[in-house]
């Protein structure tokens, strides 16, 4: 079977295992993203303190690929400033959406390595809202406070 | 074409129909199409795809209008595309059957017009496994004019309550019946000449969707008794743009106008218009004509294959499709009703449906996921979305087989 380089391995590693499943411990905001498409919905669970993003925990129904995506921005953003993660926001979702090849954006976009793996989804553009739905709904939750 | 006269087409007989189909022989992802999305849209066959391309190289201008050649032309061939689908329905006149965009459009036009002479205090009865297109018009209906919305349940095989629905009925108060004759999630038949007789029974109208049915089966109004049906050509191997409404002579009659503009209209002068009769009152401006004329040649189509064999291959294939699908670990069929037509919902464990169609598509194979234009049914059946392989009279089990194949392999690859 051709898998396509889509389901990149550690996409499908988290999709099945979530690493950061759950609700923060010291809750200070939340957020939801729903895609009306298809179901998918997020829900954030957020913990902030004055020097940025202690803890992020999500609980994720949806495909592979937004349950993936979601369990690796909880991983990136941690330990970040408001200000770095809505601009990680920013950068990852312009690196999906924008008309260059994967190839030139690679050094282009800077992204941690991890978020690198969603690369692929600029050629499935109807995936693409999975991927980025968890950064609208951190976007979400950041505006708020 | 010629196919022999056993009740199921042949091998033979199926690659030269499938070679009547361009598309099927392309390539995607470097592997050959396989088509199971047809009840989202059917692929076109050659001679509609010709038939429209030739009207509008030599005989084409607006119709109705034109006192030259051409226009008389066009108008001819739209108005025999009309009484081509009088024909096919079973209508009693060709009067009754109005060329709308689609099948939404049919039944927003009832839903305004006939939905114009529904008073508060009466009720539209329609059913769980509604596609938005017959749901979202009767709620707006409802919301406009103070009428009661009702919903006929089905039950955990996808079949209509039909108990349920005949208490729904019972007090007299359901202007119409409005209900789907096959269910595009499901699958489901539904009894539709019980249904009309119940309703005609309990003084209500009733309006069959048959977007998905007319493409499978034989249909006949006039048997049905039904009040109004619609369906949509793109389904049916023919073009986008053009769907149709069939409705009884004299409430098409008696119902005001949809839209107004050209061609609907006897007289206007500033203070007042009247209607054109019908069919025209409610074919407000330039029609699609060609998709019209298309639509002829795609009913044509079906008819030189013959209702017999279409409905005899695809019963084939979809017991074909009950047999191995079930085979796939994790896979669930979605519905078990009594009467199903060649659509097949399933989920697979718990990959996602839009993971299992991206995962096919790269395999070639075409299908739908997600909530099919019916979320009141998904969440009746307490499922967010599924996958959908819809079959139609050029699939092929070999084809039904390589979906059962890679979809093991797309579980392995998950689990
Ligand atoms: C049962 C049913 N009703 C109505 C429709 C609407 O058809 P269209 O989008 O062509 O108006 C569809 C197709 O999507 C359908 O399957």
């Known amino acids: 079977m051709d898998a396509c380089s889509l389901y990149d391995a550690v996409i499908v590693a988290r999709s099945r295992s979530p690493q950061y499943a759950g609700t923060a411990k010291a809750e200070t905001a939340r957020a939801q993203g729903t895609n009306p498409l298809c179901g ?6 957020l913990c902030e303190e004055r020097d940025g993003i202690r803890d992020l925990r999500h609980e994720t129904r949806g495909c592979a690929i937004c349950i993936a995506s979601t369990d690796l921005m909880a991983e990136t953003v941690m330990g970040r400033t408001k200000a770095d993660a809505l601009e990680l926001a920013r950068r990852f979702t312009d690196m999906l959406n924008s008309q260059s090849s994967a190839a030139d954006l690679d050094d282009e976009a800077g992204l941690p390595g991890a978020l690198q793996a969603f690369l692929p989804l600029k050629t499935h553009r ?20 | 074409m010629s196919i022999s006269e056993t009740d199921s087409l042949s091998h033979a007989d199926l690659s030269h129909l499938r070679g009547q189909f361009p598309i099927l022989s392309q390539t995607v992802h470097g592997k050959p199409l396989i088509f199971l999305d047809s009840a989202a849209s059917a692929q076109k066959p050659d001679v509609v795809i010709d038939g429209m391309a030739e009207m509008m190289r030599s005989q084409y201008a607006n119709i109705h209008r034109g006192l030259h050649w051409m226009s008389e032309r066009s108008t001819e061939a739209y108005e025999a595309a009309r009484s081509r689908v009088a024909e096919f329905l079973g209508a009693g006149s060709r009067e009754e059957i109005i060329f709308t965009h689609n099948s939404t459009e049919a039944i927003n036009l009832v839903a305004y017009s006939y939905g114009s002479l529904i008073r508060p205090g009466q ?23 103070g009428i009661d919305l009702r919903v006929a349940p089905i039950s955990d095989d996808g079949d209509l309550d039909l108990d349920a629905y005949s208490a729904l009925l019972s007090d007299g108060k359901v202007a119409l019946v409005a209900i789907t004759h096959m269910s595009n999630v499901l699958g489901t ?31 006949n109004v006039r ?29 098409l009659e008696a119902m005001p106008p949809f839209m107004g503009g050209g061609d609907m209209i006897s007289s206007v002068t500033f203070e007042k218009s ?16 060609v998709e019209a004329v298309g639509l002829g040649i795609a009913i044509d189509w079906m008819e030189s294959v013959g209702f017999d064999m279409i409905e005899a291959h695809e019963a084939a294939l979809t017991k074909h499709a009950l047999r191995v699908l079930p085979d796939v670990p994790g896979l669930s069929i979605v519905g078990k009703p009594k009467d199903r037509g060649g659509v097949v919902s399933f989920t697979m464990d718990d990959v996602h449906p839009h993971d299992i169609a991206t995962l096919l598509d790269r395999n070639g194979i075409a299908v739908r996921a997600g909530h099919h234009c ?19 009279v050029y699939t092929t089990e070999h084809e039904i087989d390589v979906l059962a194949a890679t979809l093991r392999r797309i579980r392995q690859f998950f689990v």
């Open chain 2, 374 to 392: 019916a979320e009141p049914l998904m969440r009746r059946l307490g499922l967010t979305a599924t996958a959908r392989a819809s079959f139609a």
């Open chain 2, 274 to 289: 009247t209607w054109a009769p019908v069919p025209a009152k409610f074919e407000a401006g330039t029609p699609a004509i």
């Open chain 2, 123 to 145: 009720a539209v009865l329609i059913s769980e496994m509604e596609h938005h297109a017959n749901l979202v018009p009767w709620q707006m209906l409802r919301d406009r004019a």
């Open chain 1, 40 to 45: 998918d919905r997020v829900r954030l669970s």
């Open chain 2, 189 to 219: 038949v539904t009894p539709a000449a019980r249904l009309v007789e119940m309703a005609h029974s309990a003084g209500a109208k009733i309006l069959l969707d048959g977007s998905q049915a007319v493409v499978h089966r034989r249909v």
């Open chain 1, 126 to 145: 109807s995936r693409l809202r999975c991927a980025t739905l968890p950064w609208t709904a951190l976007g979400e939750a950041l505006k708020h406070d």
């Open chain 2, 223 to 251: 048997e049905l008794d039904a009040d109004f049906y619609t369906f949509t050509g793109h389904k049916l191997y023919g073009p986008t743009g053009i769907g149709v409404l069939y409705g009884r002579r004299e409430l």
